[in-house]
């Protein structure tokens, strides 16, 4: 997966030498250690994955170091869609982070699959974000909702879903705020929107999705925690892992939030979406 390159080139490429048919001993567990944390896989799950390389008895090093970090990995990554439409996706995370992006892309993933889209602008506090998003509904062929800078997101939300029912849709994407650093509370605004789609659909959402960028590494993940507090996260996408050579981040996020992985963003072009597979991740980092 080239998506990858960078984090196989610098860092994962590097384990096969150092553990493959070797034997552990101090030398091998620092060196190990040291490119787990240059990785950006975290102070805790670096630790995490040295203990079980200790524990495991028996079997090559290298395989054991792949089976651990598939079973960090792993999660239920498949989306709850339920059985009656509209199907509500709540695109949650902070400015910058390719959430506008990863919404076109879904769109585009849906759309690829017959399904009726729609596409509400619940950042109404940039204008740019409300046209930025209406450029995706027009090329992924989506409806798209949207409200006056400054309008209430959740109003937009609601007629979205509204709209959704009424015209039988079947997925509804709201791409909703990420100011973080304003005083204007954001997390209240989020909840605020899960509230009210409840009117129309009272088991919505069904996802909300954390859109995290991989390039900003422990700070994103830092933000994150945020978000999990506040909004109920159902599952993580994590963005521009083709932009950094610290993929690891991937495996902090999965142990320190402990909310699967659903899917990857690996350039920003609207194929560059993919459903998250632990197994194939961890076989494109550690060949
Ligand atoms: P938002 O503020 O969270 O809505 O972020 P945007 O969707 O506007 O994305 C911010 C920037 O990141 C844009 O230039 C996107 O093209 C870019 N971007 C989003 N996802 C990816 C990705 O997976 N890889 C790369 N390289 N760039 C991405």
Known sequence: ??????????????????????????????EIEELLILSDVGFEATQYILEKLEEIKGGDPFDNLKNIIEDLLSGDNALNIPETHPFVINMVGVNGSGKTTTAGKLAALFSSQNKNVVLAACDTFRAAAIDQLKIWAE???????????G???????????????????DIVILDTAGRLHTKSNLM?????????????????????????????????????KVFKDAVNVTGIILTKLDGTAKGGIAIAIAKELGIPIKFIGVGEKIEDLRPFNAHEFVEALLE
């Open 188 to 224: 209240e605004e989020l909840k605020k929107i899960n509230r009210v789609i409840k009117k129309v659909v009272p088991d919505a959402p069904h996802e909300v999705l954390l859109v995290i960028d991989a390039v900003t590494g422990q700070n994103g993940l830092q933000q994150a």
């Open 1 to 30: 997966k080239d998506g990858l390159k960078k984090t196989r080139e610098n860092f994962f490429g590097k384990f096969k030498k150092i553990l493959s048919g070797k034997t552990l001993n101090d030398e091998i567990r620092e």
């Open 139 to 149: 090329r992924t062929k989506s409806s798209f909702i949207a409200h006056s800078e």
């Open 151 to 169: 309008a209430d997101a959740a109003a937009v939300a609601y007629d979205a879903v509204k709209h959704a029912q009424a015209k039988s849709k």
